[in-house]
């Protein structure tokens, strides 16, 4: 079964500079790959979709990358803020196409001033 | 506004009392999901509906039942809660567009339980 592989270990960086967190899966290349974001105690949100198609994708101070040679993800925040501390979730598809999304354990973010 | 909701948010009960977390959502979405979230576990799927009347097992389903008797609904239901289901549970939606392809998955606020 597909398994998803996130940075366990807090990611601690300085206001300004670029967070890069990772995410790496070991079974089928899904047909896209989804970033969320969880702050404590609350619900998952949705930041960005990449394809497999898809090199890169960018949102604000937001960019993804997909290889889906090396089966990896990376999930970039350039300019961070201390507002952006939080849990950096990916997730992908499951096999069968039953809408079941597989979740990784996330990295925690945590950007100091 | 498109949003999934939970009731309660909170919860303290006692081994063996039957419990009801219930989820709704608004954006006529036909999958829904309960996850539960442990420290260092992730999220686990508890059970899943592709659709009204449609449910199927999660990850995580032993000590859990739902129900889909309306497209909005989907309450999780703890016929005999037990400490062990101690959790931060989310309910989800997602659209099935075109048989799901790239769509995002909504979240509900979360409902922390703890049973003693």
């Known amino acids: 079964s597909q398994k998803i592989e996130q940075n366990s270990e807090a990611l601690n960086i300085q206001e300004g500079k670029t967070a890069t967190l990772t995410c790496n899966y070991t079974?089928?290349?899904?047909?896209?790959l989804q970033w969320y974001r969880q702050d404590p105690g609350r619900g998952p949100v949705f930041l960005l979709l990449i394809r497999e198609n898809e090199k890169e994708k960018r949102k604000e101070r937001l960019k993804v990358t997909f290889d889906t040679t090396l089966k990896q993800s990376l999930f970039h925040i350039t300019a961070s803020q201390p507002a952006d501390s939080a849990t950096y979730l990916c997730a992908l598809p499951s096999s069968g196409n039953t809408g079941k999304l597989i979740f990784g354990q996330g990295t925690t973010l945590q950007v100091k001033p | 506004e498109a949003q999934v909701t939970q009731n309660p948010r909170y919860l303290i009960t006692v081994t063996g009392k039957k419990l009801t977390v219930t989820c709704s959502q608004n954006?006529?979405?036909?999958?829904m999901s309960w996850y539960r979230q442990d420290p260092g576990l992730g999220l686990r799927q508890i059970y899943y509906s592709m659709n009204v009347e449609v449910t199927d097992k999660g990850d995580v389903p032993e000590g859990y039942k739902v129900s889909r008797k309306e497209k909005r609904n989907f309450p999780l239901i703890l016929e005999s809660p037990s400490p062990n289901q101690t959790s931060l549970y989310f309910c989800?939606?997602?659209?099935?567009?075109?048989?799901?392809?790239?769509?995002?998955?909504?979240f509900g606020p979360g409902t922390r339980l703890t049973v003693l």
């Open positions: 989800a939606s997602r659209g099935q567009g075109i048989r799901f392809g790239y769509n995002e998955q909504f």
């Open positions: 954006m006529n979405h036909e999958y």
């Open positions: 079974n089928y290349s899904p047909a896209y």
